[in-house]
């Protein structure tokens, strides 16, 4: 069945220091979704992706989606003591009525 | 947030006892969701359901069910609880008109000893 991989599995970082998470599928994917859960929460969506190559933004957080529709990628500028939490990747095939979630990469920060 | 509630929140129990997880929506959403999240494996599918009485299974359903009997409630039971279900398990739900993000409840913790 569809897998979906995602590198690292944890990251600590600096406070202003970026931070990249991916997120790779073993199939194509008809979108990619991102969520985001804080510790001792439930994940939020952040944002889709639809497009090949698309590349979407949210203040400091920038959305990529590959070529391919098989991988993707986070990417926090500065990163902030609010960016704490666990980010995650899901996807599903064309058509499909469920998605698979990566395992997630936990971020923390030294302020 | 979207009106979704599950209980109970926290959940303890004995081996072999049966469990049973409640999630409510009040977004009239077609399509509603079972996971379980435990640490390095991410969100795990259960059981979803895509309407009323229609339910299918996901990545790791063996020892649970689930019944959907309206549109509102989705249970997931666990007749004879094990120490590997020991979990947070999330329900979610889906509006597929609107782009398909999920909308997840608080979860609920359950330890089985």
């Known amino acids: 069945g569809q897998q979906v991989m995602q590198i690292p599995q944890y990251q600590h970082v600096q406070e202003g220091e970026d931070f990249t998470t991916y997120c790779n599928s073993s199939?194509?994917?008809?979108?990619i979704q991102w969520y985001k859960q804080r510790p001792g929460g439930h994940p939020v969506f952040l944002i889709q992706?639809?497009?090949?190559?698309e590349v979407k933004k949210q203040k400091r957080l920038t959305f990529q989606f590959g070529e391919a529709k098989k991988n993707s990628s986070l990417h926090i500028t500065a990163t902030q003591t609010t960016d704490v939490g666990t980010y995650f990747c899901?996807?599903?095939?064309?058509?499909?009525?469920?998605?698979?979630f990566g395992q997630g990469t936990r971020l923390t920060i030294n302020p | 947030d979207a009106g979704i509630t599950q209980s109970p929140r926290h959940k303890v129990t004995e081996t072999g006892t049966p469990v049973t997880l409640r999630c409510h929506q009040t977004?009239?959403?077609?399509?509603m969701y079972w996971y379980r999240q435990d640490p390095g494996h991410g969100l795990r599918l259960i059981h979803y359901?895509?309407?009323?009485?229609?339910?299918d299974k996901g990545e790791v359903s063996d020892g649970y069910s689930v019944s959907r009997s309206k549109t509102e409630d989705f249970l997931l039971t666990l007749e004879s609880a094990t120490s590997s279900q020991t979990s947070v398990y999330f329900c979610?739900?889906?509006?597929?008109?609107?782009?398909?993000?999920?909308?997840f409840g608080e979860g609920s913790r359950l330890t089985v000893l």
């Open positions: 979610a739900i889906r509006d597929s008109g609107r782009g398909g993000e999920l909308f």
């Open positions: 359901s895509y309407g009323v009485k229609d339910t």
């Open positions: 977004e009239n959403h077609r399509y």
């Open positions: 899901a996807g599903g095939p064309t058509g499909a009525q469920k998605l698979v």
């Open positions: 199939t194509t994917l008809s979108n």
């Open positions: 992706l639809v497009k090949s190559g």
